[in-house]
């Protein structure tokens, strides 16, 4: 058996995630340097994966899903 773990962000998730990224690349291009790459960390909670999170670096950005799907 196959299995894919699935994480999806939040809609309020995704918003503050793309803001930041393009906040964080929009001043690495001002200070001409190479943008770099975004660290998302997802915290999966042990005892409910419904109140799994994630963040930008040590910015909360709110819920994520997290699904895991078996395939035969």
Same mark, same amino acid.
């Given at each position: 058996? +196959?299995?894919?773990? @699935? $994480?999806? #962000?939040?809609?309020? *998730? %995704?918003?503050k995630?793309?803001? /930041? *990224?393009?906040?964080? %690349?929009?001043?690495? @291009? ?9 660290? /998302?960390? $997802? $915290? =999966?909670a *042990?005892?409910? =994966?419904?109140?799994?999170? *994630? /963040? !930008?670096?040590d910015?909360?950005?709110? +819920? @994520? &899903?997290?699904? #895991? =799907? &078996? !395939?035969?």
């Amino acid at each position: 058996m +196959t299995q894919k773990l @699935v $994480i999806e #962000l939040s809609e309020e *998730a %995704t918003e503050k995630y793309l803001e /930041l *990224a393009r906040q964080q %690349t929009s001043d690495m @291009v001002e200070e001409d340097c190479e943008p770099e790459d975004v660290l /998302l960390k $997802i $915290i =999966i909670a *042990a005892n409910n =994966i419904y109140g799994s999170e *994630a /963040l !930008f670096g040590d910015k909360e950005l709110g +819920t @994520v &899903s997290v699904e #895991l =799907i &078996s !395939f035969p």
